[in-house]
């Protein structure tokens, strides 16, 4: 990292569908990389950012806006990383009752439940035209 | 990004899918298909095989889940072959370790399930 300039930002949009998903999580691998990150955080940061993603592209299937795009923000800074993910599927419809057993978890809730603890800051705000999950990710 | 899947035969009532690549909200469809196809063979105890996954996420712990309600209705089993402590952790942390029975290697694996048919 020396001589290079923090903060930085990296923008990504990618379509919203399933098979760039995979796009999405391959650049924030080169973003967390950049970063004092240790490789089980680094992996941390690519599910939570696949999860957030996925979350998008199966809410944009329900609503049929697969045509929309998912940006991706990433802020570097010292010792911190801000992840932005930002939908355009519309407005976010309520989930069921939090489950009691693991067995009973949807995929939606999982990933939820996955982004919370892989993260340090964890945040979702519906908006009538998406979805916007915050996350940051602290090194060292 | 892709996933490659490969499934064996243990015994009649038992299936083994190998799988390599990356489990995601693009490849997991492929998985669940491949889980209802054994279903309709009449296999009643499917191991997955995750030795050679690299990535799996939510979709793909629902696909697994939802394989698991299947065939134990019919009174079956899916298990898990996953020596990645990587792809493990994810089990972990969700809770789902203790849903699956989770094996470090196929011979383990294979050796429980005679025990399961025995009973």
């Known amino acids: 990292m020396a001589g290079e300039q923090i903060p ?105 439940v996955l982004m919370e603890l892989l993260v340090d800051e964890f945040k979702v705000e519906p908006t009538p035209e998406g979805t916007l999950v915050r996350m940051v990710k602290y090194s060292g | 990004m892709n996933l490659k899947m490969n499934t064996r035969s243990i015994n009649d009532g038992a299936s083994l899918i190998d799988l390599e690549g990356e489990i995601d909200v693009y490849t997991a469809p492929n998985l669940k298909q491949q889980i209802i196809n054994l279903l309709d063979e009449g296999v009643r105890h499917v191991t997955v095989n995750l030795t050679d996954v690299e990535y799996l996420d939510s979709t793909a712990l629902g696909v697994l889940i939802g394989g698991l309600k299947r065939l134990r209705e019919r009174d079956g089993s899916l298990d898990l072959i996953c020596p990645n402590p990587r792809i493990k952790r994810v089990f972990e942390i969700t809770g789902l370790d203790k849903i699956f029975d989770i094996y470090a290697t196929e011979e383990e694996a294979v050796k429980r399930l005679q025990v399961k048919e025995g009973t």
């Not at chain 1, 599910?47 to 609503?63: D, F, I, Y």
């Open chain 1, 8 to 112: 930085a930002v990296v923008e990504l949009k990618i379509p919203c569908r399933p098979e760039f998903v995979g796009v999405a999580r391959l650049a924030m691998l080169g973003v967390a990389s950049r970063m004092r990150f240790s490789y089980d955080d680094v992996e941390d940061i690519r599910l939570a950012v696949g999860e957030a993603c996925t979350m998008a592209v199966e809410r944009g299937a329900a609503a049929q806006k697969n045509d929309t795009v998912i940006t991706i923000n990433s802020e570097i800074s010292e010792g911190k990383l801000s992840i932005e993910v930002w939908d355009e599927v519309g407005p976010m419809q309520e989930t069921s009752q939090a489950s009691e057993s693991p067995e009973d978890l949807d995929p939606d809730e999982i990933g939820r």
